[in-house]
């Protein structure tokens, strides 16, 4: 079979999950490429429809074993008709669990077709100088192999002559999904130091609003996701880890999760 379009959505607050895409993209090579970006809460206003001559590629950051919950209840609008979909998440070198299973899952229900899934290692969001965890991945080596997932995508789609249920795959994970130990409580984890010349970019990149723009000390902790968008993009350094639970579980995981992983493909 033949695709009209490609569709590529993500929800990526430090930037990993959209190099894989980009990278997934790169290899799938189809002149007519619809971006959607659902990162910034304007974004998410917009709904998706698809169709079965498009190609659709949707990924997400693994949140605690999961999908984020905020990209879960933007794709629970999504309209789409027996939509050709590859099913990416990318995660920070501890474990995926459930993430992609549960994405599968979703797509399904909004009426996609899986006909491809895999997980990738980008650098742990709580990942810094301190506490290094997965540092400076997707690596050369990464995109490569998302180049080469989009290659292996485009075989598969001309070799089928047309989509239904049995061109769909499996992924690993178990029903019913993981439920996170604790719901991440709100936790005051950002210090900001005087470096901070309220340059307004960490509000601009923060993926719920939750900073304000004439304040950047202001924080809602009730909105806050913990992506840590707002430490990574700020220009003068001026947001840090505050000593406390949070640093705790990023120590945790750059002690133990320092073992390369490589990325995974379902077909
Ligand atoms: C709240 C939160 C929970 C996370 N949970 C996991 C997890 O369960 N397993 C894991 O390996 N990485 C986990 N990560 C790391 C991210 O999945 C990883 O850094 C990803 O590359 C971030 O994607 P992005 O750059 O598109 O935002 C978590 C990150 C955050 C912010």
Redesign the pocket.
Known sequence: MKIKSLKLV?????????RIIEGIARGINQSDVELVDITRPETRKQQLQTSEDELLVIGV??????V?SIAIDWIHKIKAHNTPTVCIV????????D?LLELKDTMIKQGCIPIAGAAY???????NAETPI?VA?PDAADLNMAELLGQKVIEKILSISSIDHNSSITVPGNHPYKIPKAK?SPVDFIAINDNCSQCGICAQVCPVGAIDYKNSTMIDKEKC?????CIKRCPENARTVKTGTFKDVAIWLSQT?QKRKEPEFFF
């Not at 993500?10 to 959209?18: A, L």
């Not at 950051?61 to 999961?66: E, I, L, T």
């Not at 990318?90 to 669990?97: L, P, S």
Request: hydrophobic share 25%; with cysteine; aromatic share 14%.
């Open positions: 993500y929800f990526s607050p430090t930037g990993t999950t959209r950051p693994v949140y605690s074993g999961r984020p990318v995660y920070g070198n501890r474990e995926y669990e993430a290692v980008g650098e742990h969001s709580f990942s997965a991945r991440i996701l913990h992506c840590c968008a999760c």
